[in-house]
């Protein structure tokens, strides 16, 4: 798909969730964002910026020229860490983009116990303070490159146990988003059962026939999928929320719904 389509041309884009998000906890996103994509190069490429989105010309100016196969993209809302590059989504590990919606309750006293946790040889590409950073190197540390939602189970099994050896009733907010480039994993879950919204979109080509005059629909594949905080656009059956408690896994056009929940450790410490 054409970046521009996802940030820039529907009725309700990223851009212009950026600034009136309707469903998020904050409505105005303001705290730097990140695009990442994938071509014929071995990792993705990513354009990231610590500037508001909407505030962002040169954004603007490739989001019309860039075309990927498989795109992430996220508006920042900081929940108390810096506003800075290294924190801005997409994180990226080789061929890995992760993205977090949400947050981890009381990150700041469990943050030395989660860091020990994370794989001596993963530790130093650490870059960012951000608990989306450390929740994606934990899930590379339980084995996201080969079983990710194996991975982000034991992830979140690992955040909840030590929230609440810190005092945390609900220690876990999340959507997540993560990809190889050829198959997206998206989750949604929190520990309260109260969870950041999620949405995927129907089949583009039954779209297609309901509005034939839609532009952007005509320029997605029959087999292209989108899995979106909040909908895009007010197209009646464009969208489906994605049920609490669930992984949705994509490649190739076809969806598949697993249910999730955190894989229970021996007590940390």
Not at 7 to 24: A, M, P, R
Request: glycine share 8%; charged share 20%.
């Amino acid at each position: 798909m054409l970046i521009e389509d996802l940030l820039y041309t529907t009725e309700n884009s990223l851009i212009v969730q950026s600034l009136h998000s309707q469903l998020g906890v904050e409505p105005t996103n303001g705290d730097g964002f990140g695009v990442g994509w994938y071509d014929d190069r071995p990792t993705p490429g990513r354009y990231r910026s610590t500037e508001p989105a909407w505030n962002d010309r040169n954004l603007r100016e490739v989001a019309g020229h860039i075309r990927s196969p498989m795109v992430l993209a996220h508006v920042r809302a900081s929940t108390g860490t810096p506003v800075q590059l290294t924190n801005c989504h997409p994180f990226r590990h080789g061929p890995w983009l992760w993205m977090h919606n949400g947050g981890l309750a009381g990150f700041s006293a469990m943050k030395r116990d989660l860091l020990l946790a994370v794989a001596p040889q993963l530790f130093p590409h650490i870059e960012g303070s951000t608990d989306s950073e450390l929740f994606f190197y934990l899930a590379l540390t339980f084995g996201l490159e080969s079983d990710p939602p194996a991975a982000v189970a034991r992830a979140v099994g690992l955040i909840e146990e030590v929230g609440r050896q810190h005092g945390q009733q609900f220690p876990v907010q999340m959507t997540v988003a993560t990809t190889d480039g050829d198959t997206l994993w998206a989750f949604r879950y929190s520990t309260e059962g109260r969870s950041r919204s999620l949405f995927r979109s129907t089949d583009i080509s039954v779209l297609r026939e309901q509005y034939p005059d839609n532009p952007v629909l005509h320029r997605l594949s029959d087999d292209a999928r989108l899995v979106v905080s909040e909908p895009l656009g007010g197209l009646r059956g464009a969208w489906h929320e994605v049920p609490e408690s669930t992984c949705i896994v994509i490649r190739h056009g076809q969806e598949e719904f697993l249910p999730f929940a955190p894989t229970v450790l021996e007590p940390v410490g």
